[in-house]
């Protein structure tokens, strides 16, 4: 039986993935570190210093050390900030959190960033959908998507078993992490990559947006598994 719906944040609550691959295009090539847009889709739930280190390997042939990590991701960050001063909701993320509370199902986030205003941004954009309990970012884990431990950490905080939740994931390697978790995993296609990148990385169903996912039939599928 269904009880929650672990949520990815960006890219599934919020449209902030092109914010996110220009900052990180911006800084990487400040570093003279050659990337291209599509890297960042590819990559995108990997931790900051994850992502760094594969561009220093590609570009450079080792890890960065840990002062270029954090001089980098700072750089990325305060970027991003800039660009994303207006946080946009993802168009249809409003629907799926409205249909998810009507059927009576937990509400959870897993999201590897690490942003320190995140739950007041989600309860000024979705009030009263998230409790600040049920939240897992960036500071909880020691092991960023792909690995299981995001998405085993949103299941162990809400007291569930895999099979008591599903997630809704828009990257390959977030879909790997909820995939490892042993969680039914909707994919929702809200960037540049072919369906086939994500369902080759082991989503269970795909859609093409939240507003397609709000308006499915998926919602009475899962409340009838019951
Ligand atoms: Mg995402």
């Known amino acids: 039986m269904i009880k929650a719906v672990l949520f990815d944040m960006d890219g599934v609550l919020y449209d ?12 990487a090539s400040a570093w003279g570190l050659k990337s ?18 594969v561009l220093f390997n590609r570009n450079r042939g080792r890890d960065a050390t840990p002062e270029e990590k954090e001089i980098i991701y700072n750089q990325k960050s305060r970027r991003f900030v800039e660009l994303n001063a207006v946080a946009q909701p993802m168009p249809g993320a409003m629907e799926v959190l409205e249909k998810v509370k009507q059927l009576g199902l937990l509400r959870i986030v897993v999201t590897g960033s690490g942003q320190y205003t995140l739950f007041e941004n989600l309860d000024t954009h979705f009030p009263g959908f998230f409790d600040k309990d049920l939240i897992v970012t960036a500071y909880d884990v020691r092991y960023g998507k792909p690995h299981p431990e995001p998405y085993l950490m ?6 569930l078993a895999p099979q008591e939740a599903v997630v809704i994931e828009n990257a390959p390697l977030g879909i790997e992490s909820a995939v490892a978790a042993e969680i039914y995993t909707i994919a929702v296609n809200t960037g540049p990559l072919p369906d086939e990148i ?3 990385a082991g989503a269970h ?13 998926i919602w009475n599928q899962l409340s009838e598994s019951e």
């Open 36 to 53: 291209e847009p599509e890297d960042f889709y590819l990559m995108e739930g990997r931790t900051g210093p994850a992502t760094i280190d």
């Open 205 to 217: 169903s795909l859609f093409p947006s939240m507003k397609a996912l709000a308006e499915s039939d």
């Open 154 to 159: 949103g299941l162990k905080k809400a007291n």
């Open 16 to 27: 902030s993935m092109s914010n996110h691959v220009q900052a990180w295009s911006e800084t």
């Open 198 to 200: 994500l369902l080759k």
